[in-house]
């Protein structure tokens, strides 16, 4: 499934547990531009609860779309300021 987001880079965090995607994420989202995608890809099924949280709770990104395919998720991060 292709994303209908141009995303600007990926972040492969899959193996990684909790918080670790979430943090590497948050770091990866610094050193984007403002309108900027970030694909983050994960194999922790918390990452789904995790990014949204972070995203709904942090100022300056906005959770795009997120994807369960088969044992990895994927999701879309767009840094707003």
Do not use: N
């Not at 989202?29 to 995608?37: F, N, R, S, T, Y």
Request: glycine share 8%; proline share 2%; net charge negative.
């Amino acid at each position: 499934m292709s994303s209908q987001f141009d995303i600007t880079e990926t972040l492969d965090v899959k193996g990684a547990s909790c918080p670790m995607p979430v943090v590497k994420t948050k770091s990866a989202i610094d050193d984007l531009a403002e309108g900027e995608v970030l694909e983050v890809v994960a194999t922790d099924s918390g990452s789904m609860s995790d990014i949204e949280g972070w995203a709904d709770s942090t100022g300056g990104v906005e959770l795009l779309d997120q994807v369960e395919d088969d044992d990895v998720f994927k999701h879309y991060v767009r840094k707003t300021e």
